[in-house]
């Protein structure tokens, strides 16, 4: 029943690995996202993915990569881990990209970069 | 760029008193659209309340009301008959209407006392 799922829910790696957060959402919607919660709780948009078309790319080193095959998945793929990178990652979902659409969010991954 | 500020780091409330968290955030923009977000601990990011810029009236959903002051660019959340079931970070988000960018403020933890 669960909306937006996210696996895994822990993530520990070693620094230079690459590793890949998956997301599925059953709702139907036609737009996804990724954010990244830092440890001080700010949590800021990655990317997010309208129909499989990337619409927003922010200021995100381009060794994250995120991959959709389909309307309701949108994986996140991360090369040459830092530790910078240790965050929480949270993807989420809307109905379409209408700025008034709620966004339905997955219970986060929290990545451990060592 | 849009900012969003909440400047309370740490609330807390007695249970079935009310409580106020601030928000301001800073946009040329006319239309946009503003949501108040919760995080319990669970870390599950779930919608509490939204608002239109364009609406004059304060969005109400039961115990949860915002006053929204455009001009001032300010938008509180209040919480009445406070729950324990309250307690959690909540983050208010900016989201303009005329792309998909969506902005998070730092967050505000809010704690209920019994």
């Known amino acids: 029943d669960t909306a937006v799922s996210q696996t895994p829910k822990y993530l520990v790696t070693q620094m230079g690995n690459d590793k890949s957060i998956k997301c599925e959402q059953n709702l139907g919607h036609d737009t996804m996202y990724w954010y990244k919660q830092d440890s001080k709780k700010f949590l800021k948009i990655m990317f997010s993915?309208?129909?499989?078309?990337?619409?927003i790319n922010e200021t995100v080193p381009n060794r994250f990569s995120p991959k959709s095959p389909d309307k309701a998945h949108l994986n996140l793929h991360i090369n040459s881990l830092e530790l910078g990178d240790s965050a929480v990652y949270f993807c989420?979902?809307?109905?379409?990209?209408?700025?008034?659409?709620?966004?339905?969010f997955g219970p986060g991954t929290r990545l451990t970069v060592l | 760029a849009q900012t969003v500020t909440q400047s309370q780091p740490e609330m807390s409330v007695q249970e079935a008193e009310t409580v106020t968290l601030s928000c301001t955030y800073d946009t040329s923009e006319s239309d946009y659209y503003l949501f108040w977000y919760k995080q319990p601990p669970s870390r599950q990011m779930i919608l509490v309340i939204r608002?239109?810029?364009?609406?004059?009236q304060n969005a109400t959903e039961n115990r949860f009301s915002v006053n929204f002051q455009k001009a001032a660019k300010s938008f509180s959340l209040k919480i009445s008959d406070s729950q324990l079931g309250d307690a959690a970070m909540y983050f208010c988000?900016?989201?303009?209407?005329?792309?998909?960018?969506?902005?998070f403020g730092a967050g505000t933890r809010l704690t209920v006392k019994p």
């Open positions: 993915y309208n129909n499989k078309e990337l619409i």
């Open positions: 988000a900016y989201r303009s209407a005329n792309n998909n960018d969506m902005r």
């Open positions: 989420a979902s809307s109905q379409s990209l209408a700025s008034y659409n709620e966004q339905f």
């Open positions: 608002q239109e810029a364009y609406k004059q």
